[in-house]
């Protein structure tokens, strides 16, 4: 290149200027000590792998499961010859979190293994980004379909492939306030929640606990906050019999049920207005609520078990939802370990492997973090089953209701986003059910319009 | 550009430079209307209220990466009340790792687009000031068009074609689409034209060879716009987000923007950890500022660049 | 007006010479094509920059507009089938294709007025000062070069619903915070726009403090001398002279608010829901999410034409101001 023979001519100290050189300088001085303990510049500069033995690993886990997850990397860690044997990065979860593993497959550098939601698999595979993982690559790290939760890894098999390897089930639930629950006599002698199934008993509880608490009674987030709203909205309506799917034809449809759709947010906007659910908070305001007993009920998924269990005094308890209406139904989804599209070596396809299996043989500690485990050797521990609350609500992963196989859907899509955001919308009361599912429809037509770029 | 110290313009432009002691200027003449004092002294409580205003952002910013993290989850009032700083944000930040990582690539980055803007800016604007050859109308043109084009809006293009050859996630990615600044041949140009060609002229009777004369009699004359470019293309690739935050999707590799825009890590909900992360990332930034305080801001005014 | 004898006028107004007068074209030693260069040797010097122009700069614009015609996919290689104009159709119907413009424009109607009314008022009261000009160049244009990451954590940071500096300054002067300004839809947008007030202020606050430097102490004098007072001054002096410095503002201002795409991405992400998407945005979120280039190509093109038509309306207003002022 032109640049490199210039660099090395003596003008060069003049073309830069010696305080721009200074700068420049100061900028590397800053950098130096990191070269001496990872280089990345070679990377950087001839697009090789920065350390082709080290197992790249992208995950999505922030707050409690951000800890637990790095825990058992560092198991894996230990076993593989200390911290350099897998780097483990972060990355901010939804869309961006999806579209950086499409680039960087795309740019040649995915990860050896990412997590994926099982609900955002299917499109990372119809486009291409995912390898397939044979019967024969399960079997040589001692795995076979036999060791998974049966819903969850049939959830995952596509064009007849396995393409992601169930990690967890996790539903949305019910925690709630044991000492706001206690006042409002809504929990047994033993302490076990009362049968609040049905939906009169559940409206009925909701006011006692409004009494309780003299604020709000149940509390979800649905200010910057989508998915929550979609996944109070798809559990309630797929408590009904006669639920369709909300997208069906690969999402080259609209097919929910609108009758069982005005139900649903009928029914949330009088939740609203009889002050038993909050009209407008986040995510963390919703679980402040609840924690300081101005709510006694709080909807999420399971993750946030960590969260609660990290306040101290806090007397909680979780639940699966309360069947209100014809049956048992909570959404779900799974998070699950892919394989990024690369050229992989039998060793780097065993390493890949063998981290996964390092990682479900530590499910127990995956579920102190709340998710229900797939992996059936620790599902069906007498240690699970002592495990609680965590057990209490195992049930629900039977009732798990994932989102429609779009190519814009799953956790965290467009989709979601687009839906949740129209729902939470309805439930602050600044949109009515009806123009929420017109704009709903509006939307989406883009992408219900459009083939699949998959 | 008003950094010409060598402009032969200079003289023409009175209080040329802003930071340039500039007399101050009262406009109101003796015993005009409002007394001048009450000017001023409304102008100081004005002008002291809004820099209040605007250093506040930084500094609570500044406060709140030295808080404990406990402490910066309270909310401002607790930041505010809470005196004694920690350093603990920045242990944690520069103990993980990916920041050192991420410095690199910034650094790296910024100074060879740096180096090659400036270099091939400056050589096509001597020929364009001082050359005459066939199709030069053409490239002209294609310059005024270039001024026009926004780069920004081509990032899709310019992603399909990194990855057509291979340069996705690696620095070229970075480097190569900031290079063409078209701005800064504009900026060359215009001051090589003001340029007298007298001092040519003694090394062309000498027997130098083009590259000879703009090596060494344009370039060394050209210095303060060689700043003023340097500087201002050295701040726009720092703080580019757009192009690094698709073309560099290997945490190894992203500069410090995309990396605190993208890697969560080890801060979750860490407000202390963010918002040190969030200095980290201007610092270099402003000690660039505080030396060179005069060539950004002249070059500010001289050339209109932005986004 | 390229011609070789003729010096560009835009060239000169996109260097910014434009906003201090016409004093420019009084040098007379403007360089103009010697005649000792040759063809080769000139080109040797164009190449460099030649190159990476072809290759970054007009091919990616060319590709962009052959892909528009196409279902090119992300994921896929090659340009896809041909799509003949349905992405453009799409575009047009889509409907957050023109809230995103709208957006846009609401965003620039949002930060034009205080971008150029506070930064006028910033610049002609600091130059009215004897001393500690520096420290108001400092404090009003520190931000400008600070990197868009930060700036948006600071204000993400400083939003806080409830316990942000934000919420406790509303509830010091007896505001009820609400569920914080960037998480309600009708609101966000102006968060944002605060933010990049704040941001990008001191960009205009150094334009005019040029121009205001280039405005001869006489005139002032002259007003001065017939009784004009301070007030009548900046109105009927100042104000006139910094014409064209405003109009090169407000152009600017509009070709960066079509441009936005940090603060919102990095603040919003466009939420909520779209309320703050931008055309940007959209762009890249088809591309990369969607994995739809053929369709992020063809919006591409509909924002490039509207930013060059903008750019080529900016060259135009500059070119018949600076023909004024040289007339004048």
Same mark, same amino acid.
């Given at each position: 290149?032109?640049?490199?023979?210039?660099?090395?001519?003596?003008?060069?100290?003049?073309?830069?200027?010696?305080?721009?050189?200074?700068?420049?300088?100061?900028?590397?001085?800053?950098?130096?000590?990191?070269?001496?303990?990872?280089?990345?510049?070679?990377?950087?500069?001839?697009?090789?792998?920065?350390?082709?033995?080290?197992?790249?690993?992208?995950?999505?886990?922030?707050?409690?499961?951000?800890?637990?997850?790095?825990?058992?990397?560092?198991?894996?860690?230990?076993?593989?010859?200390?911290?350099?044997?897998?780097?483990?990065?972060?990355?901010?979860?939804?869309?961006?979190?999806?579209?950086?593993?499409?680039?960087?497959?795309?740019?040649?550098?995915?990860?050896?293994?990412?997590?994926?939601?099982?609900?955002?698999?299917?499109?990372?595979?119809?486009?291409?980004?995912?390898?397939?993982?044979?019967?024969?690559?399960?079997?040589?790290?001692?795995?076979?379909?036999?060791?998974?939760?049966?819903?969850?890894?049939?959830?995952?098999?596509?064009?007849?492939?396995?393409?992601?390897?169930?990690?967890?089930?996790?539903?949305?639930?019910?925690?709630?306030?044991?000492?706001?629950?206690?006042?409002?006599?809504?929990?047994?002698?033993?302490?076990?929640?009362?049968?609040?199934?049905?939906?009169?008993?559940?409206?009925?509880?909701?006011?006692?606990?409004?009494?309780?608490?003299?604020?709000?009674?149940?509390?979800?987030?649905?200010?910057?906050?989508?998915?929550?709203?979609?996944?109070?909205?798809?559990?309630?309506?797929?408590?009904?019999?006669?639920?369709?799917?909300?997208?069906?034809?690969?999402?080259?449809?609209?097919?929910?049920?609108?009758?069982?759709?005005?139900?649903?947010?009928?029914?949330?906007?009088?939740?609203?207005?009889?002050?038993?659910?909050?009209?407008?908070?986040?995510?963390?305001?919703?679980?402040?609520?609840?924690?300081?007993?101005?709510?006694?009920?709080?909807?999420?998924?399971?993750?946030?078990?960590?969260?609660?269990?990290?306040?101290?005094?806090?007397?909680?308890?979780?639940?699966?939802?309360?069947?209100?209406?014809?049956?048992?139904?909570?959404?779900?989804?799974?998070?699950?370990?892919?394989?990024?599209?690369?050229?992989?070596?039998?060793?780097?396809?065993?390493?890949?492997?063998?981290?996964?299996?390092?990682?479900?043989?530590?499910?127990?500690?995956?579920?102190?973090?709340?998710?229900?485990?797939?992996?059936?050797?620790?599902?069906?521990?007498?240690?699970?089953?002592?495990?609680?609350?965590?057990?209490?609500?195992?049930?629900?992963?039977?009732?798990?209701?994932?989102?429609?196989?779009?190519?814009?859907?799953?956790?965290?899509?467009?989709?979601?986003?687009?839906?949740?955001?129209?729902?939470?919308?309805?439930?602050?009361?600044?949109?009515?059910?009806?123009?929420?599912?017109?704009?709903?429809?509006?939307?989406?037509?883009?992408?219900?319009?459009?083939?699949?770029?998959? | 550009?008003?950094?010409?110290?060598?402009?032969?313009?200079?003289?023409?432009?009175?209080?040329?430079?802003?930071?340039?002691?500039?007399?101050?200027?009262?406009?109101?003449?003796?015993?005009?209307?409002?007394?001048?004092?009450?000017?001023?002294?409304?102008?100081?409580?004005?002008?002291?209220?809004?820099?209040?205003?605007?250093?506040?952002?930084?500094?609570?910013?500044?406060?709140?990466?030295?808080?404990?993290?406990?402490?910066?989850?309270?909310?401002?009032?607790?930041?505010?009340?809470?005196?004694?700083?920690?350093?603990?944000?920045?242990?944690?930040?520069?103990?993980?790792?990916?920041?050192?990582?991420?410095?690199?690539?910034?650094?790296?980055?910024?100074?060879?687009?740096?180096?090659?803007?400036?270099?091939?800016?400056?050589?096509?604007?001597?020929?364009?000031?001082?050359?005459? #050859?066939?199709?030069?109308?053409? =490239?002209? $043109? @294609?310059?005024?068009?270039?001024?026009? &084009?926004?780069? *920004? +809006?081509?990032? /899709?293009?310019? #992603?399909?074609?990194?990855?057509? =050859?291979? $340069? @996705?996630?690696?620095?070229?990615?970075? &480097?190569?689409? *900031? +290079?063409?600044? /078209?701005?800064?041949?504009?900026?060359?140009?215009?001051?090589?034209?003001?340029?007298?060609?007298?001092?040519?002229?003694?090394?062309?009777?000498?027997?130098?060879?083009?590259?000879?004369?703009?090596?060494?009699?344009?370039?060394?004359?050209?210095?303060?716009?060689?700043?003023?470019?340097?500087?201002?293309?050295?701040?726009?690739?720092?703080?580019?987000?757009?192009?690094?935050?698709?073309?560099?999707?290997?945490?190894?590799?992203?500069?410090?923007?995309?990396?605190?825009?993208?890697?969560?890590?080890?801060?979750?909900?860490?407000?202390?950890?963010?918002?040190?992360?969030?200095?980290?990332?201007?610092?270099?930034?402003?000690?660039?500022?505080?030396?060179?305080?005069?060539?950004?801001?002249?070059?500010?005014?001289?050339?209109?660049?932005?986004? | 007006?390229?011609?070789?004898?003729?010096?560009?006028?835009?060239?000169?107004?996109?260097?910014?010479?434009?906003?201090?007068?016409?004093?420019?074209?009084?040098?007379?030693?403007?360089?103009?094509?010697?005649?000792?260069?040759?063809?080769?040797?000139?080109?040797?010097?164009?190449?460099?920059?030649?190159?990476?122009?072809?290759?970054?700069?007009?091919?990616?614009?060319?590709?962009?507009?052959?892909?528009?015609?196409?279902?090119?996919?992300?994921?896929?290689?090659?340009?896809?089938?041909?799509?003949?104009?349905?992405?453009?159709?799409?575009?047009?119907?889509?409907?957050?294709?023109?809230?995103?413009?709208?957006?846009?424009?609401?965003?620039?109607?949002?930060?034009?007025?205080?971008?150029?009314?506070?930064?006028?008022?910033?610049?002609?009261?600091?130059?009215?000062?004897?001393?500690?000009?520096?420290?108001?160049?400092?404090?009003?244009?520190?931000?400008?070069?600070?990197?868009?990451?930060?700036?948006?954590?600071?204000?993400?940071?400083?939003?806080?619903?409830?316990?942000?500096?934000?919420?406790?300054?509303?509830?010091?002067?007896?505001?009820?915070?609400?569920?914080?300004?960037?998480?309600?839809?009708?609101?966000?947008?102006?968060?944002?726009?605060?933010?990049?007030?704040?941001?990008?202020?001191?960009?205009?606050?150094?334009?005019?403090?040029?121009?205001?430097?280039?405005?001869?102490?006489?005139?002032?004098?002259?007003?001065?001398?017939?009784?004009?007072?301070?007030?009548?001054?900046?109105?009927?002096?100042?104000?006139?002279?910094?014409?064209?410095?405003?109009?090169?503002?407000?152009?600017?201002?509009?070709?960066?608010?079509?441009?936005?795409?940090?603060?919102?991405?990095?603040?919003?992400?466009?939420?909520?829901?779209?309320?703050?998407?931008?055309?940007?945005?959209?762009?890249?979120?088809?591309?990369?999410?969607?994995?739809?280039?053929?369709?992020?190509?063809?919006?591409?093109?509909?924002?490039?034409?509207?930013?060059?038509?903008?750019?080529?309306?900016?060259?135009?207003?500059?070119?018949?101001?600076?023909?004024?002022?040289?007339?004048?």
């Amino acid at each position: 290149m032109r640049a490199r023979t210039t660099i090395g001519s003596p003008g060069r100290g003049r073309l830069i200027g010696r305080r721009a050189l200074l700068g420049g300088g100061a900028a590397l001085a800053l950098s130096a000590p990191l070269s001496a303990c990872s280089s990345p510049l070679g990377a950087g500069f001839v697009g090789a792998e920065v350390a082709p033995e080290t197992l790249v690993f992208w995950n999505l886990f922030g707050g409690g499961d951000g800890g637990r997850m790095q825990d058992m990397e560092k198991v894996y860690e230990k076993a593989h010859g200390g911290a350099s044997a897998l780097q483990a990065t972060t990355l901010t979860w939804g869309n961006p979190y999806y579209s950086k593993v499409t680039l960087a497959t795309e740019g040649n550098q995915p990860p050896d293994v990412a997590v994926a939601h099982l609900t955002r698999a299917k499109p990372l595979w119809d486009g291409g980004v995912l390898d397939p993982i044979s019967d024969q690559d399960l079997a040589s790290v001692g795995l076979s379909e036999k060791d998974f939760n049966a819903k969850a890894w049939k959830a995952q098999v596509t064009d007849g492939k396995t393409i992601a390897i169930p990690l967890d089930t996790h539903p949305f639930v019910m925690f709630y306030n044991t000492d706001v629950l206690t006042k409002a006599g809504l929990l047994e002698s033993d302490g076990t929640l009362t049968d609040l199934s049905g939906i009169d008993t559940f409206e009925a509880a909701l006011e006692e606990i409004k009494g309780v608490t003299g604020a709000g009674a149940l509390t979800s987030a649905n200010v910057s906050e989508t998915a929550t709203p979609w996944r109070l909205f798809w559990t309630l309506y797929n408590q009904h019999q006669d639920a369709t799917p909300f997208l069906a034809d690969d999402g080259a449809r609209i097919s929910v049920n609108e009758n069982l759709y005005r139900d649903i947010t009928d029914r949330l906007t009088r939740w609203v207005s009889k002050g038993w659910l909050n009209r407008g908070i986040d995510y963390a305001g919703s679980q402040t609520e609840m924690a300081t007993g101005k709510a006694g009920i709080y909807l999420q998924g399971e993750w946030e078990i960590s969260t609660f269990q990290a306040i101290e005094d806090l007397r909680f308890g979780m639940a699966p939802i309360p069947t209100l209406f014809d049956r048992p139904a909570a959404h779900a989804d799974s998070h699950t370990f892919v394989l990024p599209r690369k050229d992989r070596t039998p060793a780097q396809l065993e390493q890949a492997l063998g981290f996964i299996k390092t990682m479900l043989e530590q499910s127990m500690t995956w579920a102190q973090g709340g998710h229900v485990p797939a992996y059936l050797p620790t599902f069906d521990s007498a240690e699970y089953a002592e495990l609680t609350p965590q057990s209490d609500y195992a049930s629900a992963a039977e009732h798990a209701f994932y989102d429609d196989a779009a190519w814009y859907g799953g956790s965290g899509s467009t989709f979601e986003d687009t839906v949740g955001a129209q729902l939470a919308l309805v439930q602050q009361g600044a949109m009515s059910p009806k123009a929420a599912l017109a704009a709903i429809r509006e939307r989406l037509s883009t992408y219900v319009d459009t083939p699949s770029p998959l | 550009m008003t950094t010409t110290s060598a402009s032969p313009r200079r003289s023409t432009r009175p209080g040329a430079g802003i930071s340039a002691a500039a007399p101050p200027r009262r406009p109101s003449g003796a015993g005009a209307g409002i007394s001048g004092r009450t000017f001023t002294v409304v102008t100081w409580v004005v002008l002291l209220a809004f820099a209040a205003i605007w250093l506040i952002p930084s500094l609570f910013a500044l406060k709140t990466s030295l808080s404990d993290n406990g402490v910066a989850s309270l909310g401002a009032s607790e930041i505010l009340s809470h005196w004694y700083p920690t350093l603990h944000s920045y242990s944690t930040l520069f103990g993980a790792g990916d920041i050192w990582n991420w410095y690199l690539a910034s650094a790296v980055t910024c100074i060879i687009t740096t180096v090659l803007t400036v270099l091939f800016s400056a050589m096509a604007a001597y020929a364009l000031s001082r050359l005459r #050859f066939r199709g030069r109308t053409t =490239v002209m $043109l @294609l310059i005024l068009l270039g001024i026009m &084009i926004p780069s *920004q +809006v081509l990032i /899709v293009p310019i #992603f399909e074609m990194l990855g057509a =050859v291979n $340069l @996705l996630n690696t620095y070229w990615a970075v &480097i190569f689409p *900031q +290079v063409p600044a /078209v701005i800064s041949v504009f900026i060359f140009k215009q001051f090589f034209d003001g340029i007298p060609r007298e001092l040519e002229e003694a090394a062309r009777i000498d027997g130098a060879g083009l590259w000879k004369i703009f090596w060494s009699v344009i370039l060394p004359l050209s210095r303060p716009v060689i700043a003023a470019v340097a500087i201002l293309t050295f701040v726009g690739v720092w703080n580019n987000l757009l192009l690094p935050l698709f073309v560099l999707t290997n945490p190894n590799l992203m500069t410090i923007p995309v990396g605190l825009a993208t890697v969560q890590g080890s801060f979750g909900q860490r407000y202390a950890d963010i918002q040190a992360g969030a200095v980290l990332a201007a610092l270099p930034l402003v000690m660039l500022y505080l030396v060179f305080q005069r060539q950004i801001v002249e070059g500010v005014a001289g050339t209109g660049l932005k986004g | 007006m390229t011609t070789a004898s003729t010096p560009s006028p835009s060239a000169g107004s996109l260097a910014g010479t434009s906003i201090r007068g016409g004093s420019r074209r009084r040098s007379d030693r403007r360089g103009r094509p010697s005649d000792r260069g040759t063809g080769p040797g000139a080109w040797l010097f164009i190449a460099p920059f030649g190159l990476f122009y072809l290759a970054f700069l007009l091919g990616p614009t060319v590709w962009m507009f052959v892909a528009s015609f196409f279902n090119t996919s992300l994921v896929h290689s090659g340009l896809g089938s041909f799509a003949g104009l349905d992405n453009y159709v799409e575009m047009f119907s889509r409907a957050d294709f023109w809230s995103a413009l709208w957006h846009t424009l609401q965003f620039t109607l949002y930060t034009v007025p205080p971008l150029v009314i506070l930064a006028f008022v910033f610049a002609v009261l600091t130059n009215r000062l004897r001393r500690g000009q520096w420290f108001f160049r400092l404090a009003f244009f520190l931000p400008f070069i600070l990197p868009s990451a930060t700036i948006s954590l600071i204000w993400v940071f400083i939003f806080t619903p409830a316990t942000g500096l934000w919420a406790s300054v509303q509830s010091l002067l007896g505001f009820t915070p609400g569920s914080g300004i960037l998480a309600d839809p009708k609101s966000a947008m102006v968060g944002i726009a605060i933010a990049t007030v704040w941001w990008t202020i001191g960009f205009n606050f150094i334009l005019y403090l040029a121009g205001l430097q280039d405005i001869p102490r006489e005139l002032y004098e002259a007003a001065a001398v017939d009784g004009a007072t301070t007030w009548q001054q900046i109105r009927h002096v100042t104000v006139p002279l910094l014409r064209r410095t405003t109009t090169l503002v407000i152009l600017l201002q509009i070709i960066a608010s079509l441009k936005i795409f940090d603060q919102v991405y990095l603040m919003t992400s466009g939420g909520p829901g779209v309320s703050t998407q931008v055309s940007l945005g959209l762009i890249t979120g088809t591309a990369f999410t969607d994995n739809r280039i053929g369709a992020a190509s063809a919006a591409s093109v509909l924002l490039f034409v509207i930013i060059v038509a903008i750019a080529v309306i900016r060259e135009i207003v500059e070119r018949v101001a600076a023909r004024r002022d040289q007339e004048a």
